[in-house]
């Protein structure tokens, strides 16, 4: 199983790489304020949040003092690196400007991510920085640029992809699918080492949280940008967390610690509940899309009906 997540991350990028044209992420990368508003929300007012959040529950509920490490931490995290890319290109969202975010915020954490532990949880890492770099782009820019190769090399690949669009669009979410799964149960075989009820608070607590980011998100990208597909695309990047980069990271600054369970029980529970939650957020946010879409197509005929009236 471990091989079929490693192909399906790499499946879900060249899919990426083989459907996105270099004008869109040339698009992307122009837009600059809602970069900076995605990147900003997700290493500065999520982990504000989940400490300000870890804080309250330490003063007012009986909840473990590692899980409540384990929430700060969770928000200290850069964004998924596939997940947010395969549910905006479901909702028919931007998916240049989640490409774009998704890699540019997990270069950015393998800085920032570190920063933080040592601000919020006062906790000092040594990291093999050049070597998760290096992992990221073998496992994601290699595979986009690839793509990118065949699209523009190939016009018989060009082709198949136009006329099956919807099988790639379904692979990518297989294999999305097939990773998170391969990944949750790798990491739950292991136990969590956390009590019924502890687990139960965190189930409770947990979708409020990224309820709560959600909302957040949708009425901060609405105030920078007036297109629907770019406010979904912002929302589904700046709201999810990477268990894929998480896990290791906490196993090499928590690693000494007894209940290392308890400390990632968060993140473990967060990741997959994001993905359940981003598929049922999915119809609404493609119905919001495509009814910004049609007001666009009926506007230039209505002022062209008006005007021949």
Request: positive net charge; glycine residues 8%; contains cysteine.
């Amino acid at each position: 199983l471990d091989n079929v997540s490693k192909l399906g991350v790499l499946l879900v990028f060249l899919i990426q790489g083989l459907s996105i044209q270099l004008g869109q992420l040339g698009r992307a990368i122009m837009s600059w304020r809602l970069n900076t508003v995605i990147q900003l929300f997700s290493f500065g007012v999520l982990p504000l949040a989940a400490y300000s959040l870890a804080t309250m529950l330490g003063y007012l509920t009986n909840i473990d003092e590692l899980l409540l490490t384990g929430i700060t931490a969770l928000g200290c995290l850069p964004t998924t690196i596939n997940m947010c890319v395969v549910l905006t290109e479901a909702a028919g969202g931007d998916r240049a400007l989640a490409v774009l975010n998704a890699v540019f915020g997990n270069v950015l954490g393998v800085f920032l991510t570190p920063f933080l532990f040592v601000l919020l949880l006062g906790k000092s890492m040594a990291l093999p920085y050049a070597e998760i770099l290096l992992k990221l782009a073998r496992n994601v820019l290699l595979p986009i640029a690839l793509g990118q190769m065949l699209q523009k090399l190939s016009p018989q690949v060009r082709d198949f992809r136009k006329r099956r669009k919807k099988w790639f669009s379904r692979t990518s979410e297989t294999a999305l699918v097939l990773v998170v799964l391969n990944t949750f149960s790798d990491t739950f075989s292991q136990g969590l080492s956390v009590p019924l009820d502890q687990v139960a608070s965190l189930f409770a607590i947990l979708p409020i949280f990224y309820a709560s980011s959600v909302i957040a998100m949708l009425a901060v990208s609405r105030a920078v940008t007036s297109s629907a597909s770019q406010r979904v695309a912002a929302t589904f990047t700046a709201t999810q967390k990477t268990l894929a980069f998480g896990l290791p990271l906490m196993q090499t600054v928590f690693g000494g610690t007894a209940s290392m369970g308890a400390i990632t029980a968060p993140l473990l529970i967060y990741h997959p509940m994001q993905m359940v939650a981003g598929a049922l957020m999915q119809p609404f946010m493609k119905k919001e899309i495509e009814k910004e879409q049609a007001a666009n197509n009926d506007g230039p005929a209505s002022e062209a009906g008006a005007e021949a009236r």
